[in-house]
């Protein structure tokens, strides 16, 4: 069974930056998009940035110009730089790998906290 273990999350203060990681623990065939979600205490789980196998990127407009996502196809790993933290940062952040059969497979999350 494939899992995807997560990596990088803490407690930082505003304005503070953050690196994760999401690896896969083993091989994923036809990896499609791999993307981050994040969800806050009494929120919905939302999209933070996507990419796809091409390259293409998608980020969530509160994000834009602070989170840079990409991906490394060999080791079937996804990373989120995140810069400019802000309060409102603070969540579970889980990451998410799909294949182009529509096979989702997710991480078990992990904790960022923005607090001064």
């Known amino acids: 069974q494939v899992q995807l273990v997560e990596s990088g999350g803490g407690l930082v203060q505003p304005g503070g930056s953050l690196r994760l990681s999401c690896a896969a623990s083993?091989?994923?065939?036809?990896?499609?998009?791999m993307g981050w979600y994040r969800q806050a205490p009494g929120k919905q789980r939302e999209l933070v940035a996507n990419?796809?196998?091409?390259?293409?990127?998608d980020y969530a407009d509160s994000v834009k110009g602070r989170f840079t996502i990409s991906r490394d196809n060999a080791k079937n790993t996804v990373y989120l730089q995140m810069n400019s933290l802000k309060l409102e940062d603070t969540a579970v952040y889980y990451c998410?790998?799909?294949?182009?059969?529509?096979?989702?497979?997710w991480g078990q999350g992990t904790q960022v906290t923005v607090s001064s």
């Open positions: 998410r790998q799909r294949t182009l059969m529509g096979k989702d497979y």
């Open positions: 083993g091989s994923i065939s036809n990896i499609w998009t």
């Open positions: 990419v796809i196998s091409g390259g293409r990127t």
